[in-house]
């Protein structure tokens, strides 16, 4: 296979057995779960793989053994492929009979939405036709979370050791050997905490998911809107520090929606966001929900410097399940400090001010939620979910829930 396939392709391989007279329905692997395009390696027998197209037309194509076939561009999205249950084929006007076929199916996941032209076969269109809820605040992510972190994880990681205390007392009231889907996991800090969970963790971030997968944990490259995992297969799933960067109600709710999904009946959903209220001892003043976070980034980690700012329409108001959002998101770039609680917070201000030469801002996007909204995103989930922990930690909102069915 050419290296650069399996640059592109290897972050994650399916192997199926398929017995004379087998076959699979025709299908399109989910758009927003992979990217393009796929690989697939047919061994041990020949086949025929039947292209269909939402229009009517049919295309077959004979597949010999040890041959790979690349599904790009609309073979990739726009038509659906199968393979028909029967025994045999017909190749030129001759009858093979099916033997013992071996296929490996080479595959990238995908951490953000899918945004292709073939509406009819992508599931990201079908959630949201008009894309006027998921769709929206996208770039602003894109530019403002996703790259934030892709330029400034390794210097991020170093300031993030210790864990927030009730989502380790959340990790050790798992029992031992149970799945647990850490979703935005960062460095891993709380994937790692035991060694007896099966922990599989997945960041927008490819650096933090590299980080994960060098201490040892099973991780990949996903977003937590649409995350790769199969529905129904974990005891426990974690979202930390995660849905705080999602910037609109809609797109916050399919987030909870997808971690829901991945529960089985009796599995525990963690949640940990940030606060618009901030406790005592926090440094932090924050003037609305929808803020800008400057980070200040020099030469040395050591020097890393981390201020907070608000971005907020003057005519914002807080609400309780956070709905309202400024009408004009143009006006988050128009960022202004918040006010210094501390000499330290007065230093650092003065330094951004100063725009030492050396040094560069990169500013990630939050949303901080007021007390109750997740609880209101987990009753709308469509989920049957029983809350069983719900506090302030740390100038975090924390909550628990069971899925029950």
């Given at each position: 296979i050419p290296?650069l396939?399996?640059?592109r392709?290897?972050a994650?391989i399916?192997?199926n057995?398929?017995?004379p007279?087998?076959?699979?329905a025709?299908?399109?692997?989910t ?9 697939s390696?047919?061994l041990?027998?020949d086949?025929i793989?039947?292209?269909r197209?939402?229009d009517?037309?049919?295309?077959s194509?004979?597949?010999?053994r040890?041959s790979?076939a690349?599904?790009s561009g609309a073979?990739?999205y726009?038509w659906?492929?199968g393979?028909r249950?029967r ?12 033997g013992?076929r071996v ?11 899918c945004h292709?032209d073939?509406?009819e076969?992508c599931d990201t269109w ?5 894309s ?13 979370v ?7 994880h ?9 864990p927030w205390?009730k989502?380790?007392d ?9 799945t ?6 960062g ?6 905490q ?8 997945s ?7 590299k980080?994960c ?6 991780s990949?490259q996903?977003?937590?809107l ?12 974690m ?6 960067h999602i910037?609109?109600?809609e797109?916050?709710l399919q ?9 089985n009946?009796?599995g525990?959903?963690?949640?940990h ?14 003037q ?8 200040v980034?020099?030469?040395t ?5 981390s ?7 003057p005519?914002?108001?807080?609400s309780k ?7 004009n998101?143009?006006e ?8 210094p609680k501390?000499?330290?917070?007065e ?7 100063r ?7 990169h ?10 909204e997740?609880?209101d995103?987990?009753?709308?989930s469509?989920?049957k ?6 506090c302030f930690?740390h100038?975090?909102?924390h909550v628990?829930a069971?899925?029950?069915?």
């Amino acid at each position: 296979i050419p290296n650069l396939l399996l640059i592109r392709c290897a972050a994650q391989i399916t192997l199926n057995v398929y017995r004379p007279g087998q076959g699979i329905a025709p299908h399109v692997d989910t758009h927003s779960a992979f990217e393009d395009p796929l690989i697939s390696l047919s061994l041990m027998s020949d086949t025929i793989m039947d292209f269909r197209h939402p229009d009517g037309q049919e295309v077959s194509v004979f597949l010999p053994r040890r041959s790979l076939a690349v599904l790009s561009g609309a073979s990739r999205y726009g038509w659906t492929h199968g393979i028909r249950e029967r025994k045999s084929d017909v190749v030129d006007g001759e009858i093979r009979p099916r033997g013992t076929r071996v296929s490996l199916t080479l595959r990238k996941t995908r951490c953000r939405p899918c945004h292709c032209d073939f509406k009819e076969l992508c599931d990201t269109w079908q959630a949201d036709p008009q894309s006027s809820g998921l769709m929206l605040g996208r770039n602003l992510e894109e530019k403002h979370v996703w790259e934030f972190y892709d330029n400034i994880h390794s210097q991020f990681s170093n300031t993030r050791h210790t864990p927030w205390p009730k989502v380790v007392d959340f990790v050790n009231s798992l029992p031992s050997y149970c799945t647990v889907a850490d979703c935005g996991a960062g460095n891993g800090r709380y994937s790692t905490q035991r060694d007896d969970l099966m922990c599989f963790a997945s960041d927008t971030c490819f650096g933090f998911a590299k980080e994960c997968r060098d201490k040892g944990v099973l991780s990949c490259q996903a977003d937590v809107l649409t995350p790769p995992l199969r529905k129904g297969a974990f005891d426990a799933v974690m979202c930390i520090a995660v849905l705080h960067h999602i910037s609109t109600y809609e797109r916050r709710l399919q987030a909870v929606k997808s971690l829901c999904s991945l529960l089985n009946a009796g599995g525990r959903l963690c949640l940990h966001a940030w606060a618009c209220k901030q406790s005592s001892e926090s440094r932090r003043v924050f003037q609305g929900q929808d803020v800008m976070v400057p980070w200040v980034s020099r030469a040395t980690n050591s020097d890393s410097m981390s201020l907070d700012v608000t971005a907020k329409d003057p005519k914002e108001k807080p609400s309780k399940n956070g709905q309202e959002m400024s009408s004009n998101r143009a006006e988050m770039m128009n960022t202004h400090h918040s006010e210094p609680k501390t000499n330290t917070d007065e230093k650092k201000r003065n330094y951004w001010q100063r725009g030492d030469p050396s040094s560069a801002i990169h500013r990630r996007f939050c949303h901080l939620f007021v007390e109750g909204e997740l609880e209101d995103l987990i009753s709308k989930s469509g989920f049957k979910m029983q809350l069983q922990e719900s506090c302030f930690d740390h100038s975090n909102w924390h909550v628990v829930a069971m899925k029950l069915e």
